[in-house]
């Protein structure tokens, strides 16, 4: 129930499972004996209808509680009604809104062929890069995990500085490495979706830049 709420995947719950619901959006549940459990209103929640001291019908966004076991045919009806409007729903991970790990593939793909052909990056990667169908997996892996993972897909497993030390590269190299990746991102993915690998490649290259001035002075990144 979480995972759909955060997805903004239109919830009903009526008894127990407004409840659950509640819970789910952090109100506290009482518990009730023989009866269905009842939650508080969940913060920023609308009561329509109260039963004592605890909200009997609310809603939240695309939640819809109903805390008695019989679910009024009207409350169905409307609730069904709205669906057609709720048809689209919110990204449930970073990597969902970017359209995925086949979009992260296509960027990765993208961005190496151009630093491959560039003058100051395509030196380091053909020093250092000899199976590149390897190295593009196992960047789409560090990128699909950087982003929230994918169920079956195995998390990248590695440590990001200890991957670039050694790579006898600067300042220049890393800057013109978001560069790249950045006008690569924008080229293949909407405008949303690029904006955040770009923010993400950004607060890597501060983290690897930062290591790299802490021991060397030089900058680590360039062969991800």
């Known amino acids: 129930m979480t ?8 919830v009903l719950g009526w008894g127990s499972g407004a409840a659950l619901l509640g819970r789910a959006l952090g109100a506290a549940v009482t518990a ?14 609308h009561a329509h209808a109260w039963a004592g001291t605890h909200p009997l019908h609310w809603t ?12 009024p045919p009207a409350l169905l009806a409307a609730f069904l ?3 057609p409007g709720w048809a689209g729903r919110r990204p449930g991970s970073p990597l969902e809104s970017v359209g995925g790990a ?8 993208a961005f190496y062929a151009r630093a491959r052909a560039d003058a100051l990056l395509g030196p380091v990667f053909a ?8 190295h593009l997996e196992r960047v789409t892996d560090f990128w699909v995990t950087l982003l929230g993972g994918e169920p079956g897909r195995a998390a990248w497993r590695g440590n990001l500085n200890a991957a670039h030390a ?14 790249l990746w ?25 983290r690897l830049g930062g290591a790299a001035r802490a021991g060397s002075g030089t900058s680590q990144a360039g062969g991800t």
């Open 60 to 71: 939240l966004d695309r939640a819809v509680a109903w805390a008695e076991p019989e679910l």
């Open 32 to 45: 009730s004996g023989s009866a269905p459990d009842r939650s508080a209103l969940p913060r920023g929640a």
């Open 102 to 109: 086949a979009a992260v593939r296509e960027v990765v793909t």
């Open 182 to 206: 950045d006008a690569t991102a924008r080229e293949v993915l909407p405008a949303d979706a690029a904006a955040l690998l770009s923010a993400r490649a950004a607060v890597m290259g501060e």
């Open 166 to 179: 050694g790579l006898g590269v600067r300042g220049a190299h890393l800057g013109r490495w978001l560069a």
């Open 127 to 134: 020093a250092h890069v000899a199976d590149w169908p390897a």
């Open 3 to 10: 995972g759909a709420l955060r997805r903004g995947v239109p």
């Open 81 to 83: 009604a709205a669906l």
